[in-house]
T-cell receptor, first 112, second 116 residues
């Protein structure tokens, strides 16, 4: 079972920041937080991941709370093309290529 | 574009038939993982191949089998198809990580299988 809890759906106005929350209260010290998104009927797209520090790349920012029990994915200027299902995944970081365990994710609708 | 390719894009089969799906990993990647995504659900892990061997397996029956070739490409085979096998089948590629590290998996576009 997925170790994360996300809202089922969210709306965001085009051009505004989209803030997607994720709860992972049982996360262990050796587990990363990964974010993927899936645009309708396509393969999931990797967005960003982090362990305990905040991370930023060209797509998004990841803010992880100090106790690591929750995180927020921020899309700074949402566009219509950001409409997708966003998955927050907790994944063990030790040796071996551990599988991704997906929940149902958050369906983000960006509205013009 | 993540560089992972899958074929075919769509496939229609009937119950009881067998199907083979193919995946070519991103350049530089040596590990292939397969996932099944039913309509309205998140992807579920089927199995993972590295060095031509199945390394990890999810909760899927042995009707689901696979293979990895020396060039790291992979096949997913499903025997005795059931209606419930209708799904999007996703391939993800990655490198084997150094000890204590996590390597990102990159997904292909998927193969949509319909079983009638």
């Amino acid at each position: 079972d997925a170790k994360t809890t996300q809202p089922t759906s969210m709306d965001c106005a085009e051009g505004r920041a989209a803030n997607l929350p994720c709860n992972h209260s049982t996360i262990s010290g050796n587990e990363y937080v990964y974010w993927y998104r899936q645009i309708h009927s396509q393969g999931p797209q990797y967005i960003i991941h982090g362990l305990k520090n905040n991370e930023t790349n060209e797509m998004a920012s990841l803010i992880i709370t100090e106790d690591r029990k929750s995180s927020t994915l921020i899309l700074p200027h949402a566009t219509l093309r950001d409409t997708a299902v966003y998955y927050c995944i907790v994944r063990v970081s030790h040796s071996g290529n551990t599988p991704l365990v997906f929940g149902k994710g958050t369906r983000l609708s960006v509205i013009a | 574009d993540a560089g992972v390719t899958q074929s075919p894009t769509h496939l229609i089969k009937t119950r009881g038939q067998q199907v083979t799906l193919r995946c070519s990993p991103k350049s530089g990647h040596d590990t292939v993982s397969w996932y099944q995504q039913a309509l309205g659900q998140g992807p579920q892990f089927i199995f993972q191949y590295y060095e031509e061997e199945e390394r990890q397996r999810g909760n899927f029956p042995d009707r689901f089998s696979g293979h990895q070739f020396p060039n790291y490409s992979s096949e997913l085979n499903v025997n005795a198809l059931l209606l419930g096998d209708s799904a999007l089948y996703l391939c993800a590629s990655s490198r084997q990580p150094p000890t204590g590290r996590s390597e990102t998996q990159y997904f292909g576009p998927g193969t949509r299988l319909l079983v009638l």
